[in-house]
T-cell receptor, first 110, second 111 residues
Framework: DVKVTQSSRYLVKRTGEKVFLECVQD?????MFWYRQDPGLGLRLIYF???????EKGDIPEGYSVSREKKERFSLILESASTNQTSMYLC?????????FGSGTRLTVV | DAKTTQPTSMDCAEGRAANLPCNHS???????VYWYRQIHSQGPQYIIH???NNETNEMASLIITEDRKSSTLILPHATLRDTAVYYCIVRVATSYGKLTFGQGTILTVHP
């Protein structure tokens, strides 16, 4: 089975901290995605990448950046965490026409 | 991507079939119907997809009407672990680009 692994299940960070969320997939997929999920707003795309060192903005990129130095790893970076970035963060990779998601990282910014 | 309409919530008794409808009246000829589900506090999980023929796998069956304007996801013998939010998504078959989730249907399976 394809696995998408997110490094942390739960994180608590302070306002202003730089936060790294890591995601690794083990099936050589080219495309990887970062979403956030909030009650009443559903899943919203932050950034995606279709190749190493390539990235595209999603619907809500403000306050975030990403890094894709290796094909299997896609990192989401919160340059200066704020309380409105408290959310569930989901990483996904895509194959043919389907997507596999990680289990999510619940980030709380205090 | 075509828009979909799903009921907000549904209930089902354990062991019975759960039939989840989805309307996609503006679907284009090259767009597939995908179903995902999300169990509480987990990432969405792919279930099944199809173009125009009915599809079946180990998890579910997908019935698409002949005019392709609606479809039904069938869980033949629902269990308590099938309680989740089910998303119907219509899009072209490509791994590129985002997956757009609507609000989905909250399926609750009762003992």
């Amino acid at each position: 089975d394809v696995k998408v692994t997110q490094s942390s299940r739960y994180l608590v960070k302070r306002t202003g901290e730089k936060v790294f969320l890591e995601c690794v997939q083990d099936m050589d997929h080219e495309n990887m995605f970062w979403y956030r999920q909030d009650p009443g707003l559903g899943l919203r795309l932050i950034y995606f990448s279709y190749d190493v060192k390539m990235k595209e903005k999603g619907d809500i990129p403000e306050g975030y950046s990403v890094s894709r130095e290796k094909k299997e790893r896609f990192s989401l970076i919160l340059e200066s965490a704020s309380t409105n970035q408290t959310s569930m963060y989901l990483c996904a990779s895509s194959f043919e026409s389907g997507y596999t998601f990680g289990s999510g990282t619940r980030l709380t910014v205090v | 991507d075509a828009k979909t309409t799903q009921p907000t919530s549904m209930d089902c008794a354990e062991g019975r079939a759960a039939n989840l409808p989805c309307n996609h009246s503006t679907i284009s000829g090259n767009e597939y119907v995908y179903w995902y589900r999300q169990i509480h506090s987990q990432g969405p999980q792919y279930i099944i997809h199809g173009l125009k023929n009915n599809e079946t796998n180990e998890m579910a069956s997908l019935i698409i009407t002949e005019d392709r304007k609606s479809s039904t996801l069938i869980l033949p013998h629902a269990t308590l672990r099938d309680t989740a939010v089910y998303y119907c998504i219509v899009r072209v078959a490509t791994s590129y680009g985002k997956l757009t989730f609507g609000q989905g249907t909250i399926l609750t399976v009762h003992p």
